[in-house]
């Protein structure tokens, strides 16, 4: 007899055919994306697309950046994906048009219900607006949004949204000040 607090083993929420998709993606990333030099970004991005990311112009992801599902990706004209990006987009995930999201972040487009010992995923749709930048290795949490033109200040997490025009740091991000362009 199973005990009242112990969860129960349970699959994948994840239908065959999105799992089956996860490791075509998955072979596709080892062997063809990720040995590619920075000079191949248009393959990279003939890559993505041909698995379902919505590209603009002009984009830059990084062969070392890591894409979870790229048909949850969507990235505006020149957006950047920098190298080392951890993008875990379980729900979309949209770069509005020149943002960048630097080295070594991680985007977490999901978490867990803990109010259920089954913990079962949570996927939050994360949205960075245009001209707005993520320094170098932040943590953006599930259903987060970056405003219009607003900056994440380095080593920052970020659990709320950040208004428009904004810089924010620290962890948890705080309000440091309004962005003013010159």
Not at 89 to 108: K, M
Not at 128 to 141: E, N, S, Y
Not at 158 to 173: E, L
């Amino acid at each position: 007899m199973q005990a009242a607090c112990e969860p129960t083993f349970r699959l994948s929420s994840f239908s065959i055919g999105h799992r089956l998709a996860r490791a075509v993606w998955g072979v596709a990333y080892l062997f063809l994306f990720r040995p590619t030099p920075k000079i191949l970004n248009n393959w990279r991005i003939f890559l993505l697309r041909l698995f379902g990311a919505r590209l603009e112009r002009s984009v830059v992801v990084h062969s070392s950046a890591r894409i979870w599902a790229p048909w949850n990706l969507k990235m505006g004209e020149g957006a950047c994906l920098g190298p080392h990006v951890d993008c875990y987009d379980c729900a979309e995930i949209t770069l509005g048009a020149w943002s960048v999201v630097s080295q070594y972040s991680f985007l977490c487009g999901a978490t867990h219900d803990y109010t259920l010992l089954s913990l079962p995923l949570v996927a939050k749709a994360i949205r960075i607006g245009k001209h707005a930048w993520v320094c170098a290795d932040v943590f953006i949490g599930p259903g987060v949004s970056i405003g219009e033109g607003s900056i994440v200040g380095a080593r920052s997490s970020v659990y709320r949204d950040a208004p428009a025009w904004s810089v924010f740091a620290g962890n948890p991000a705080k309000f440091v000040r309004p962005r003013e362009i010159r």
